[in-house]
C-alpha cells in the first residue's frame, strides 16, 4: 500500500511498502524511525455493502464524524444490492480518483480480492468494514462485529424462548458473505448444545426480504410446528417477520433477528419479533476511520477489531435505545 509524499526520503518510501506488504503498524516511519510527516491527501472513501441500509447509513454516521474530528474529508459510495458484480465498478472508479484511504465492505470474500488489491496495488490504505476476504494480506485491518459469537448468542437467546424444545430453521444471506456465515456458524454449534432443538439448517434468501418471506412460507408448509427462526442479518430479519405475519404465525414462532433497524426495532416493539441481536456500526465506522488514519500517517495499525453486540427483548428495549439503528446522520 505505498503512497507517495512530498518531502519522504527513499528509506521511509521503502519502509513504508515493506510494512503495508505485511499489515504492519509501522507504515510510514522515516529512516530514523521518526513518524512521517502529515499527509497532504486527507480524502477518504468509505464503500459499504449496500445503499440505503440502517446498518450501513449508522456505520456512515460514525465514520463521518471521526474524520471530520481527524481532519479528513469522507464520501460515501455504495452499491444498490449487496453484489460484487455492482461493487466492483465502484472500486474501479474510486481508484482513478486517488484517496488516501478506503473503508470497504466487501461483498464477497473471494469475489472482491481482486478489485481490492488493486486499491492496495495503488498505494491506497485499505480498511475492511463489517465484512472481509478470506485472503487476509489486502487489507491493513479489519473492524468488525464478532459475528460467530453473535451467532452463539441468538442460538442460546432461541433456546431460551423455547423452552429448549422444538424445531429451528435459519435464514441466512448470501453464501460467501464472511459476517453471516460466521454467524450462522456460531448458531449452529452452539444449538448442538441443546438436543430438545432439532437444527432444520439453513436456507439462503440473496439478502432479499421478498425471497425470506418465502422461505419462512415454505417452511411452514413443510414443518408446520416450527418453533424459531434466527435471521442473519437486517433484510432476512425484515422478511422473515413479513412471512410469519402473512402465515398468521407470529405468536406461534420466536423470530431471532441480527441487527436492529427500524422497522425490526418496531416488529420487536409489537411482540412480532421476540429478540434482536444488535450490532454496533456507529463503532465499526469511527474505529474504521481511526484504523486508516493511523496507517495513513505511519502510526500503528490493529489488524482485527471486534466490536460489541448486544442481545435486545421488548422487556430491556428501551434501556438499549443507543444500540438502534439510523435511517440518516
Do not use: W
Request: some cysteine; hydrophobic content about 40%.
Amino acid at each position: 500500500m505505498r503512497r507517495t509524499r512530498v518531502g519522504s526520503v527513499a528509506a521511509a518510501a521503502a519502509l513504508a511498502v515493506l510494512a503495508a506488504g505485511c499489515g504492519s503498524g509501522t507504515i510510514g516511519e522515516g529512516s530514523g524511525g521518526e513518524p512521517a510527516a502529515p499527509p497532504d491527501n486527507k480524502n477518504l472513501v468509505l464503500m459499504p455493502g449496500v445503499k440505503a441500509e440502517p446498518f450501513y447509513i449508522s456505520m456512515q454516521c460514525g465514520a463521518e464524524a471521526e474524520a471530520a474530528k481527524l481532519g479528513y474529508q469522507l464520501t460515501t459510495q455504495a452499491p444498490d444490492r449487496f453484489e460484487a458484480a455492482l461493487q466492483t465498478p465502484i472500486v474501479t472508479g474510486v481508484l482513478s480518483t486517488q484517496p488516501a484511504g478506503v473503508l470497504i465492505a466487501p461483498t464477497d470474500d473471494v469475489a472482491m480480492a481482486n478489485p481490492m488489491t488493486q486499491l492496495k496495488d495503488a498505494g491506497i490504505r485499505v480498511v475492511e468494514v463489517d465484512t472481509s476476504l478470506q485472503d487476509e494480506s489486502v487489507a491493513l485491518s479489519t473492524v468488525s462485529s464478532n459475528n460467530e459469537q453473535g451467532g452463539v448468542l441468538a442460538a442460546q437467546t432461541v433456546a431460551e424462548l423455547v423452552g429448549g424444545q422444538g424445531e429451528v430453521l435459519v435464514l441466512n444471506t448470501k453464501a460467501g458473505t464472511s459476517t453471516t456465515d460466521a454467524r450462522a456458524r456460531g448458531f449452529e454449534q452452539e444449538i448442538a448444545n441443546h438436543p430438545g432443538i432439532t437444527y432444520l439448517g439453513q436456507e439462503y434468501t440473496e439478502n432479499e426480504p421478498a425471497v425470506a418471506a418465502q422461505k419462512v412460507s415454505a417452511t411452514l408448509a413443510a414443518h408446520p410446528d416450527l418453533a424459531a427462526v434466527f435471521a442473519t442479518n437486517l433484510n432476512s430479519g425484515e422478511g422473515a417477520a413479513t412471512g410469519l405475519r402473512n402465515a398468521g404465525k407470529t405468536e406461534q414462532v420466536r423470530l431471532v433477528g441480527f441487527d436492529a433497524s427500524p422497522n425490526q426495532v418496531d416488529d420487536l416493539r409489537t411482540g412480532e419479533v421476540s429478540a434482536l441481536i444488535a450490532q454496533d456500526p456507529a463503532t465499526i465506522g469511527r474505529q474504521g476511520v481511526q484504523q486508516v488514519v493511523a496507517a495513513i500517517e505511519g502510526r500503528p495499525v490493529e489488524r482485527e477489531i471486534q466490536t460489541d453486540l448486544v442481545a435486545i427483548t421488548q422487556a430491556d428495549m428501551d434501556a438499549n435505545s443507543q444500540y438502534f439503528y439510523r435511517t440518516e446522520c
